[in-house]
């Protein structure tokens, strides 16, 4: 069973960059597709990034052209770098496999992990 866990949280200023990572067990990581999503306080947790197993990368519009995904498939490991990091973005920050439907990007495992805190400052 996939158990993600994500580390690299932490608190930054406004501009900062900052890079997420997931390590996921399992032997067919390669074949996942992963992604992150984030909750913000008092918000509904939201999409905010996939990589498929093809390469193919998508992301929510309020991080297109400042948040990467990637993977080190050899080290079970998908990352988020982020930059031009905005208070916006303050959230605890979640990684899993993702699987489409109903129109969007689900977690595929019957449960979180326990994420990992940005906080950006103004």
């Known amino acids: 069973q996939v158990r993600p866990v994500e580390s690299g949280g932490g608190l930054v200023q406004a501009g900062d960059s900052m890079r997420l990572s997931c390590a996921a067990s399992?032997?067919?990581?390669?074949?996942?597709?992963m992604g992150w999503f984030r909750q913000a306080p008092g918000k509904e947790r939201e999409f905010v990034a996939v990589?498929?197993?093809?390469?193919?990368?998508s992301y929510a519009d309020f991080v297109k052209g400042r948040f990467t995904i990637s993977r080190d498939n050899a080290k079970n490991t998908v990352y988020l770098q982020m930059n031009s990091l905005k208070p916006e973005d303050t959230a605890v920050y979640y990684c899993?496999?993702?699987?489409?439907?109903?129109?969007?990007?689900?977690?595929?495992?019957?449960?979180w992990g326990q994420g990992t805190l940005v906080t950006v400052s103004s």
């Open positions: 399992g032997r067919l990581f390669s074949t996942y597709a």
């Open positions: 990589l498929r197993w093809t390469g193919i990368t």
């Open positions: 899993s496999v993702v699987v489409w439907y109903g129109s969007s990007w689900h977690n595929a495992l019957d449960a």
